[in-house]
């Protein structure tokens, strides 16, 4: 068998999986889309081992671990998305914006450097 | 010890006495009198005992060198001559005076303690500048008095006059010493040290290359800090400082460090004809400018301050005919009557309670409320105007005679142009002399009007010192034969001709002044006569506010009054108001048309604000818009340019995961690609 | 589905429109199963009803296991068909579910970002797919022989060279169990659910 198919068909299905972690919005389905990018990986290692006919059989092994591995991420992932859920109310992922900067001032800013600064500006 | 081992300790024990007073001036307050007199005091005694052994025989010469400087060396040494030994004995004996008289005037000052380290320091420099034999460390001495004429001028830095007058002495004073440097530089590049003995030595041989230009440009120099025409302009500021510093300026040190100077290296300036020429000019217009100009003050400081100046010209004159014995005679007079006139002059002023001459010709009996300081200042205003047989007579003689030697051409050392300018100069201000010396003592001393306050006795620092001043006031003249030997032998004695021509000149301006005085009082009695016959001549006049005598005559009132309010931060005690009125001015009528420019210096404070400050603070405008327009625009542009950046990429800053992940893997991927195509391309090639 | 779907089908057609290849039946089955793995991913990540996304994912990782099965991987297609389609598509259901996921059309399934992701996934497809077939145009697998991928010699490879790793992997699945169970933990409700919000403000 000529080896571009599972090759062609691996990149094409990280590819897809690449697009849902980028484009969808609920986080489970981001984990869907990430499930998909592992098993395009889980491919290429066990059509390589094949090719190659290692005797170690590396290729599949770590495709097992991978699997396993891939397990114990959704478990953990599902995990980490339910308890956002319970304290946001939400799974959505771009609505999680803690890490930006803020634009107003708060009162609590944490090193008050946001806050100077956003003042100079006004008065400049 | 030896007498080179006394000489360092002449300057070396203020100096000491100086810096423990800045140190422990602050913890220890209770040492602060006798860390300013004793050093003084030791100095004094020290420098006579150095003057004894002298005995204005050899130069006494010693020198040791720190560490190698080059090729110009620069050697800690000492030349004591009799010119050294002499002015010596005089600062030392001066900054005495000054020291006993500053714990009285000044004992009521918190700054008392830096105020006397700061004279200490002073003195140290002066004597410094006297007995060293090599030009660098004399500029050191030189530049370090001209720092502490600037804090102690300020002194009184509460006040807007003391700031500036220090800002002043201190600018103008720098202003003569930039070219003086240049002058020393171009000196010791001709000789080939700054060694004073080399100098004249290399002199001597004919060795110098540029003697006019280095004269001249030494001359600046000796110009700013001997106040002598153009760069006067300080001193007569200057006295916003307290007396007894413009005692010390003035009689001792740094005014007469220029004169000094000169008299040190007068060959060479002798060694250019034009030089002296320059200097006989610059002081035939200084005497006689400040003659003119201390007729018209009212502030008794800045009278005695332009007479200091024109008594400098006389000095300067001597030197310009090539006679320093007769400069450094002068100098020593000068410097023991001018001590005398300032710290008496402090004495009338705290008992007046003002500056003002105007003020003090209001008030009667000013002279039996301080009899010491009135007796002594007849002394020291008889020295001054030169009458026989006060020290003030001989000093002056011998300068006339110098001049008139020149100008007979009997001398090789001067041009006889300067012998007859110094001569007809110093004629003409020993007129002026003596009729502003009669100005003041009659205005002063023989004032009608209100009876001067009652201040008490004044403490017995300051009328002792007073005393003691009157004694080389009173007798240094006689001394002029044996003096003289420990010059260059010139005779110092006055001959018929110039004794004739100066003390006619002096007893013509002393009576002019006196006649005039008379009708001027006359009419200005009569004149609050007519005016205000309401209080009914009561003598309780002074309890009355001066409205009712400013009502008397409206215009000249108020035009003195203004002219009458000098600053007088040193005066602490209240004084009653004192009233105005017409006073009697016998320079007003002297000087005529002249008095209102003489007043005012001959407008040539203002002439270099034309000259000189408004084109710096053009140029210091211009500078500031280019700072502000200009190069400040680079620098906000250099801010804002990365903080416009800042914002545009702060926006990227969303906070959206995705996007953060997005772009990181387009990154990615536009590197993968471009590895792959480099990749490809380089296996290509 | 629209988007990748033209671009696979001339990639493929332009993989065997060749004539170096005589395409063999097991690589016909695996282009046909390919495709509609690949199909069912596309669905899985653009569909808008959240739960139809899990299951067509069922498809798209089932259609996987039969592509092992056609390289002859046999135990590694059952470990993926039990793993995958049998608990992780459970648990990723019971993740939708108990986020109150909604059932049927949802218009905002997607973010904002689909644009720039669209951009580059594609981009990113394209220049994988032709390093890929730039590196291997000229490589076959020889899938006869001795079997590679059956459960006995998988045992034999795992249990006695990979024993180790297979240890330590038991220990990981180990700690992900025991940290899903404390990150899904209700009764630490005092702690965990006042303390993000009080940061918040």
């Known amino acids: 068998?000529?080896?571009?198919?599972?090759?062609?068909?691996?990149?094409?299905?990280?590819?897809?999986?690449?697009?849902?972690?980028?484009?969808?919005?609920?986080?489970?389905?981001?984990?869907?889309?990430?499930?998909?990018m592992l098993n395009a990986v889980n491919l290429n290692l066990v059509a390589f081992d094949v090719w190659l006919r290692d005797a170690l059989h590396a290729g599949q092994a770590l495709t097992l671990f991978t699997i396993a591995i891939a397990a114990a991420e959704i478990g953990i992932g599902l995990a980490i998305v339910l308890m956002v859920y319970r304290n946001r109310g939400t799974s959505d992922v771009d609505r999680l914006r803690d890490t930006a900067e803020r634009h107003e001032p708060g009162p609590d800013t944490p090193d008050g450097r946001p806050a100077p600064n956003h003042q100079s500006e006004v008065t400049a | 010890m030896s007498t080179t081992t006394l000489a360092v300790l002449v300057p070396l024990l203020p100096f000491l006495g100086a810096l423990a007073g800045l140190l422990l001036g602050r913890s220890a307050p209770g040492f602060a009198r006798p860390l300013a007199v004793l050093p003084a005091l030791a100095s004094a005694v020290l420098a006579v005992v150095v003057a004894v052994r002298q005995g204005g025989g050899e130069p006494i010469v010693a020198s040791t060198q720190l560490t190698p400087t080059g090729s110009v060396p620069i050697d800690l040494a000492l030349y004591l001559d009799g010119f050294a030994v002499l002015v010596a004995v005089l600062v030392g004996v001066v900054a005495t005076c000054v020291q006993l008289y500053s714990t009285a005037y000044l004992r009521e000052d918190p700054r008392y303690p830096s105020y006397a380290a700061l004279v200490s320091l002073f003195t140290s420099a002066m004597l410094l500048v006297v007995y060293s034999g090599d030009l660098m460390v004399l500029l050191v001495g030189w530049e370090v008095m001209g720092i502490c004429s600037y804090f102690l001028v300020g002194h009184y830095w509460e006040t807007e006059a003391a700031r500036s007058a220090s800002l002043k002495a201190f600018l103008v004073t720098k202003l003569g010493d930039v070219p003086f440097l240049i002058g020393l530089f171009a000196l010791a590049t001709d000789a080939g040290s700054f060694r004073i003995t080399k100098i004249l030595d290399t002199v001597a041989a004919g060795g110098l290359d540029h003697p006019t230009l280095i004269a001249l440009l030494l001359l600046a120099g000796v110009a700013g800090k001997s106040a002598q025409f153009p760069l006067h302009t300080w001193l007569p500021d200057a006295m916003a400082g307290p007396t007894p510093v413009s005692a010390l300026i003035h009689a001792a040190t740094m005014v007469a460090a220029g004169v000094y100077f000169v008299a040190r290296l007068l060959p060479v300036f002798e060694a250019s004809q034009a030089a002296m020429v320059v200097m006989a000019v610059m002081a035939a217009v200084t005497m006689v400018g400040s003659g003119l100009a201390a007729l018209a003050q009212d502030d008794i400081k800045r009278v005695l301050a332009y007479s200091t100046i024109g008594q400098l010209g006389y000095m300067t004159g001597a030197l310009a005919v090539g006679d320093r014995g007769a400069a450094v005679f002068h100098l020593l007079s000068h410097g023991?009557?001018?001590?005398?006139?300032?710290?008496?002059a402090g004495v009338i002023i705290h008992a007046a309670g003002t500056n003002s001459l105007a003020a003090m010709s209001r008030m009667d009996g000013l002279s039996q409320r301080i009899p010491d300081a009135f007796w002594t200042m007849t002394i020291a205003l008889l020295a001054l105007a030169a009458i026989p047989p006060f020290a003030g007579f001989f000093s002056k003689e011998a300068v006339l005679v110098a001049a008139e030697h020149a100008a007979g051409g009997h001398t090789q050392a001067?041009?006889?142009?300067?012998?007859?300018?110094?001569?007809?100069?110093?004629?003409?201000?020993?007129?002026?002399?003596?009729?502003?010396?009669?100005?003041?003592?009659?205005?002063?001393?023989?004032?009608?009007?209100?009876?001067?306050?009652?201040?008490?006795?004044?403490?017995?620092?300051?009328?002792?010192?007073?005393?003691?001043?009157?004694?080389?006031?009173?007798?240094?003249?006689?001394a002029a034969g044996p003096i003289a030997d420990w010059f260059d032998g010139n005779g110092l004695t006055p001959t018929p001709v110039t004794s004739v021509l100066g003390t006619g000149a002096a007893a013509v301006g002393a009576v002019l002044t006196y006649a005039l005085w008379q009708r001027a009082a006359a009419k200005a009695a009569t004149a609050p006569a007519t005016a205000t016959p309401a209080p009914g001549a009561t003598l309780a006049a002074a309890d009355q506010p001066p409205a009712v005598a400013a009502a008397v005559s409206a215009a000249t009132a108020a035009a003195e009054s203004a002219a009458e309010?000098?600053?007088?931060?040193?005066v602490a005690h209240e004084h009653p108001a004192v009233p105005a009125g017409p006073a009697a001015d016998p320079g007003r009528a002297l000087l005529g048309p002249l008095h209102r420019h003489a007043a005012d210096g001959f407008h040539l404070d203002a002439v270099y604000d034309r000259l000189f400050v408004r084109p710096v603070r053009a140029a210091a405008s211009l500078v500031r818009f280019l700072d502000r327009e200009v190069v400040d625009t680079y620098v906000s542009g250099a801010g804002a340019g990365p903080r416009l950046l800042g914002s545009l990429v702060r926006r990227a800053q969303t906070g959206n995961v995705q996007s953060y992940l997005s772009a990181l893997l387009a990154g990615a991927v536009v590197l993968a690609i471009a590895t792959a195509v480099l990749a490809n391309v380089n296996a290509g090639s | 589905m629209s988007d990748l779907t033209p671009a696979a089908t001339t990639l493929a057609a332009a993989a065997t429109g060749h004539g170096f290849l005589s395409p063999?039946?097991?690589?016909?089955?695996?282009?046909?199963?390919?495709?509609?793995?690949?199909?069912?991913?596309?669905?899985?990540?653009?569909?808008?009803?959240?739960?139809?996304?899990?299951?067509?994912?069922?498809?798209?990782?089932?259609?996987?296991?039969?592509?092992?099965?056609?390289?002859?991987?046999?135990?590694?297609?059952?470990?993926?068909?039990l793993i995958y389609l049998g608990s992780v598509v459970v648990l990723l259901l019971f993740g939708l579910m108990l986020t109150k996921a909604p059932i049927g059309r949802s218009p905002d399934a997607d973010s904002n970002n689909r644009w720039v992701a669209l951009g580059v996934a594609l981009v990113a497809a394209a220049s994988l797919v032709w390093v890929v077939v730039d590196a291997f145009r000229t490589t076959w697998i020889d899938l006869d022989g001795p079997a590679q991928g059956s459960t006995k010699v998988s045992g034999e490879i795992l249990f006695q060279h990979w024993v180790l790793p297979f240890e330590a992997l038991s220990v990981l699945l180990l700690a992900a169990l025991i940290g899903a169970i404390v990150l899904s933990r209700r009764d630490a409700v005092a702690g965990p659910e006042d303390h993000p919000k009080g940061q918040q403000r």
């Open chain 1, 1 to 36: 068998m000529h080896l571009a198919y599972p090759a062609v068909l691996a990149a094409l299905l990280f590819c897809t999986g690449l697009y849902g972690v980028l484009a969808r919005r609920n986080a489970i389905l981001v984990l869907m889309s990430v499930e998909l």
């Open chain 2, 336 to 344: 023991a009557f001018k001590a005398l006139l300032f710290l008496g």
């Open chain 2, 414 to 478: 001067a041009p006889s142009a300067a012998g007859w300018l110094v001569l007809v100069a110093g004629v003409l201000t020993a007129l002026l002399t003596a009729a502003y010396a009669a100005r003041l003592w009659l205005m002063a001393f023989r004032g009608r009007g209100a009876a001067a306050p009652d201040h008490g006795k004044e403490p017995l620092a300051m009328t002792g010192v007073l005393w003691l001043l009157a004694i080389p006031s009173l007798g240094l003249g006689l």
């Open chain 2, 565 to 570: 309010t000098p600053e007088v931060a040193e």
């Open chain 3, 24 to 81: 063999t039946g097991v690589e016909i089955a695996f282009l046909l199963v390919g495709l509609a793995t690949l199909g069912a991913a596309v669905v899985t990540v653009t569909t808008k009803q959240l739960v139809h996304a899990a299951l067509w994912l069922v498809v798209a990782l089932g259609g996987i296991a039969v592509e092992y099965l056609l390289l002859t991987a046999e135990f590694i297609a059952w470990v993926q068909v």
